[in-house]
C-alpha cells in the first residue's frame, strides 16, 4: 500500500468519527434492535432445531445484521453524495489507483462496525445474560467484523451505481431483501425448501452462517468462507471497475 | 539555485512531442455534439487559454483531455501516452468547475492528502502558501466561501511537480485582489517551465495571461494564434466617421476588408480587416469622412466577431 492510499484510508476514517450523527446511528442501531425485537424473548426458548437459546441466537443475528447496515447504508449514501459533490472526479485525477480507493472505504466502514458489534454482545450479556465461552466471544467478533467488510464493498459498489436520488431505495431494497432471505432475522428453518435452496447461495445467508457455526460450538464451514470470499471478490472489483469508469457529472 | 529539467520516469521520448493531442476527437451527449472534429496540439512551456462562450465545449474537452470521460471517436494523447498514465505519473494537475471537495475535514488535511498522493510531492507548507490559504488552513472545508474553495481546489492541482495544469474558469468566484494574485501564482508555474492550460470567458484574461488562444465554439476550434492574431483574424479595426449628404449604402458595403456595417444616420461603423485600404478606399470614392475614428477592437469584439462570422456560414 503507497502512502497516498494509507492518508486516505486515515482521512476516511477520521471523519466518519468526526460525524457524530452517523457515528450515533451505526454504533447505537443495532444494540436498540436486539433490544426492541429480542427484549420481549425468554431466555430459556430454544432456537427451532438448536440447542440455543433465542436470546443468544438474535444476539449474533442483530450484531451481523446491525454491522451490514452500518457499512451498506452508511457507505453507500455517503459515496453517491460524494460523487455528486464533484469530490470522486477530484480524486479521479490524483494517481490513487481504484481499488485505493475501494480500499479506504471499506476500511473506514470496518472502523465503525467494530463498536457496533461490541455493544450488541454488552447489551446481550448484561440485559439478557447470553453466555458463551471466551474463545467464542473472540471468534464471533472477528468472523462477523470480517464478514461485514463483505457489505462494505458492497456499499461501495452501490454508491457507484445510484445517483444521489435512488441510493436510498435501492440500498434499502439490497438490504431489507438480502437479511430477510438470508437468515439474518429469522431462522430460515421455517422457508419452504425451494427458496432455502436458493438463500443458500446469498452472501447474508453465508455471513449469518459463520455466527452461527461459532455459538454452536463449532468453525464456520468452509463454504461459507468460500462463499463470502467470492462476493468480496466481486463486490471490490465491480467497485473499482465502477470508480475508474464513473462519468456523472457534478 | 540552478534551474534543471525534470527528470521523468513516465516513460522514453515523451518530453519531446507536444503536451496535449487531440486528433479529430469527438464527442456527443445525446442529440447534443459537445466537441466535434476537434484537433489540437499543446507544446510545453505554453500558456494557453480555451476561449469560448458558456456550453461551447470548454469543459467537455477538458473532461476527455484529463480522461474522465472516453470519446465517441478520435484519439486523445498526454505526453504520448492515456490520459491515466499522465495523471498516474504525476505529471497532470488540474482544477475542474465540478471538482469537489471532501468534507468534515480541515483545509490543511485536505491539502496534505493531496501532497501525498502525488508521486512528486511538494512540501504541505508551500502548497499552502503558494495557494494562499496558509490562514485558513485550520478552517474546515464545508465552512469555506466560493473563493476559498476555488483556492483549495488551486492547491489540490498544483500539490505537487506538475508538467500540465489545466484549469476550467478557475477564478469564478474570486475578487478582483485574489483573482491578480492568483494569475500572478500561475504566471510563476508558467516561468518554470509549465504547460498551463486554462478554459475562460473572462475574455480580459485570456488576452493578459495567455501566449496563444484557442477560440472553441460548438465544439469546434475557430481559432488558434496568439491573442493579437485572433484579433487580427476576427476583423481587427474599428473605423467611424461621419458623412454629410446621402450616398448609397451598397457603394459604402462595397468597401474592401470589410467584416462588419452599421449605419446609424449620419454615423457609419465599420469593422475591417484591413483598416489602411478601407480608409483609402473611402477616400478614393471621393467621400469626405468627418470625426474619423480608427481603433483597434478588444479581443472580446473579436471573438463575438468570429463566433458570428462562423454561424453564418453554418
Known amino acids: 500500500m503507497n502512502a497516498g492510499t494509507y492518508q486516505l484510508i486515515k482521512l476516511e476514517v477520521i471523519r466518519a468519527l468526526r460525524n457524530k450523527k452517523y457515528l450515533f446511528f451505526t454504533v447505537m442501531y443495532p444494540a436498540a434492535l436486539f433490544l426492541m425485537l429480542g427484549g420481549t424473548l425468554s431466555g430459556t426458548t430454544k432456537v427451532m432445531g438448536t440447542e440455543l437459546t433465542m436470546p443468544a441466537f438474535y444476539m449474533v443475528a442483530m450484531a451481523s445484521f446491525g454491522a451490514l447496515t452500518a457499512v451498506l447504508v452508511g457507505n453507500s449514501e455517503r459515496i453517491a453524495k460524494e460523487r455528486e459533490k464533484g469530490w470522486v472526479r477530484q480524486l479521479r485525477l490524483t494517481a490513487l489507483p481504484g481499488r485505493g480507493y475501494v480500499l479506504a472505504k471499506t476500511a473506514s466502514a470496518g472502523v465503525l462496525s467494530l463498536p457496533a458489534i461490541l455493544v450488541v454482545f454488552g447489551v446481550a450479556a448484561a440485559a439478557k445474560g447470553v453466555r458463551f465461552e471466551v474463545w467464542q466471544w473472540f471468534a464471533l467478533t472477528l468472523a462477523i467484523w470480517a464478514g461485514s467488510l463483505v457489505f462494505a464493498a458492497l456499499g461501495v459498489a452501490i454508491g457507484y451505481c445510484a445517483s444521489g436520488d435512488n441510493v436510498r431505495p435501492i440500498t434499502m431494497l439490497l438490504y431489507f431483501g438480502l437479511s430477510i432471505l438470508g437468515g439474518l432475522w429469522m431462522p430460515t428453518a421455517a422457508f419452504p425448501q425451494w427458496l432455502r435452496n436458493i438463500c443458500e447461495w446469498l452472501p447474508t445467508h453465508a455471513y449469518a452462517g459463520l455466527g452461527q457455526a461459532i455459538e454452536l460450538g463449532g468453525a464456520p464451514h468452509v463454504k461459507d468462507v468460500a462463499i463470502l470470499a467470492g462476493y468480496f471478490v466481486l463486490f471490490t472489483g465491480a467497485a473499482a471497475w465502477l470508480y475508474r469508469k464513473d462519468s456523472l457529472k457534478a | ?314
Not at chain 2, 10 to 30: E, H, W
Not at chain 2, 251 to 257: S, T, Y
Not at chain 2, 306 to 311: D, K, N, S
Open chain 2, 1 to 314: 539555485m540552478t534551474t534543471t529539467t525534470p527528470a521523468h520516469s513516465a516513460g522514453p521520448a515523451t518530453t519531446a512531442g507536444p503536451v496535449v493531442s487531440f486528433q479529430n476527437v469527438t464527442k456527443s451527449y445525446g442529440q447534443v455534439r459537445a466537441v466535434d472534429g476537434l484537433s489540437l496540439e499543446l507544446h510545453p512551456g505554453e500558456t494557453v487559454a480555451l476561449l469560448g462562450p458558456n456550453g461551447a465545449g470548454k469543459s467537455s474537452t477538458l473532461d476527455l483531455l484529463l480522461g474522465l470521460r472516453p470519446a465517441d471517436s478520435g484519439e486523445v494523447r498526454l505526453f504520448g501516452g492515456t490520459a491515466r498514465e499522465a495523471v498516474a505519473a504525476g505529471r497532470v494537475g488540474a482544477m475542474l468547475q465540478s471538482g469537489g471537495l471532501m468534507e468534515e475535514v480541515s483545509v490543511r488535511e485536505l491539502v496534505a492528502l493531496g501532497c501525498s498522493l502525488h508521486p512528486r510531492p511538494h512540501p504541505v507548507d508551500e502548497v499552502l502558501h503558494r495557494a494562499g490559504i496558509t490562514e485558513i488552513a485550520s478552517r474546515m472545508v464545508n465552512k469555506l466561501s466560493g473563493g476559498q474553495e476555488q483556492r483549495v481546489r488551486f492547491a489540490l492541482a498544483t500539490a505537487g511537480h506538475n508538467d500540465l495544469i489545466v484549469l476550467d474558469e478557475p477564478t469564478t468566484g474570486m475578487d478582483v485582489t485574489a483573482r491578480q494574485a492568483f494569475w500572478a501564482t500561475m504566471r510563476e508555474q508558467a516561468a518554470q517551465g509549465r504547460t498551463v492550460l486554462f478554459a475562460t470567458h473572462y475574455l480580459e484574461e485570456a488576452d493578459a495571461i495567455a501566449d496563444r488562444v484557442l477560440v472553441l465554439n460548438k465544439g469546434r476550434l475557430l481559432a488558434d494564434g496568439s491573442a493579437a492574431e485572433i484579433k487580427a483574424k476576427a476583423g481587427a479595426r474599428r473605423v467611424a466617421f461621419d458623412l454629410d449628404g446621402t450616398v448609397d449604402e451598397q457603394v459604402l458595403r462595397a468597401l474592401p476588408a470589410l467584416t462588419a456595417f452599421e449605419r446609424h444616420g449620419t454615423t457609419v461603423k465599420l469593422q475591417s480587416s484591413d483598416a489602411d485600404a478601407t480608409v483609402h478606399a473611402v477616400y478614393a470614392l471621393g467621400l469626405y469622412p468627418r470625426n474619423l475614428e480608427v481603433a483597434g477592437l478588444g479581443l472580446e469584439q473579436a471573438f463575438i466577431a468570429l463566433t458570428e462570422a462562423e454561424e453564418a456560414t453554418r
